[in-house]
């Protein structure tokens, strides 16, 4: 399989930090001075500290849409991969952003770029983007497709949690509560065609962190056989116990890694999914990975949820620093909780 085009749209609201901070004093005008004040300040530390900036979200005011910025996406994946449309002979649309339960998205995205083709979904979370790649090379090596797309719309944040997460002041509640300030927006469409290139796809699951990060439905007390409140911020909104998720996400894919690569010096690159500068610096300094993993997205666009990875790789590849030929290894972790490593010569 090879990756013959990579093509991402942001959404044009800019939100930094200070914005951030500013619409939440804004939203709880009764709260007292001084509580207000000091939940800021801890919440201004945290975001410093675990590396975020910026995020931005599409503006509805000016009528930006998730499907114009995902058809935007696809049109130039296309066309950067010299693939006419009606060369894809499946698209497959993968994360959490969606408008629908049923049917799946990828017929609304086939139907805006008029393709007649093979359309499913596949959904897991931030590893999603991966899970769909992965079942794009089984099709591809099977010789049922010769060009697939793979499309993402990460839209998020007003369908689960902006601004309803900002009312409130309680700093128990950041416990979790605070991935969801560091949300951040984007579309990305993937062209992957029929190569003789060998991909290495290796993934582990934990189910018993799975109630770290959740974002539940109104049955989800039918379905979890769970004891506990999983909708700690209410129904369809965001729940995520970030700093757990973030150390047993680390030790787990710092683990795996060691086992897969006793020996890291050929590979070029890792692309991890970035939820957190922090933890990322950690897993690259616990690794002696120096210098060799792309960490450049969370800080401007915060965290893409199954965006970011290849958001990184059009980055990383737009800038000169990824080349063809160079050795690669994703290495996402995901709420599940599950990690991946998929290595292959981009």
Known sequence: MRIGSIAVRIPSRKITNEDMLAEIAKL?????PKQLNRYLRGLGFILDRCGSNTRFLRDRESGETAHALIHEACTEALASAGIAAEDIGLLIYCGVGRGFLEPASAYFVARSLGLSCECFDVLDACMSWVRALHIAYQFLAAGLHRHILVVNGEFNMYEH?????????CRERLRYTFPAFTIGE??????????EEIWRFRFRSQPEHVALCTIPLAAHADFSGIDADLALNGVG????FGQKLSCAGLEGIVNFIKQEYPNRDAIRWWFPHAASREMCRLAEQRLGLQGRVFNDVFPRYGNLVSASIPAALNIALSDGRLRRGQRVV??????GMSQALVEFTF
Do not use: K
């Open 237 to 240: 909104q965001f729940v995520s």
């Open 186 to 195: 984007a579309a990305t469409a993937t062209v992957v065609s029929a190569s």
């Open 28 to 32: 709880n005008p009764d709260s007292s």
């Open 330 to 335: 994703l290495c996402p972790v995901s709420a």
């Open 161 to 169: 949690g902006y601004p309803e997460l900002l009312r409130g002041i």
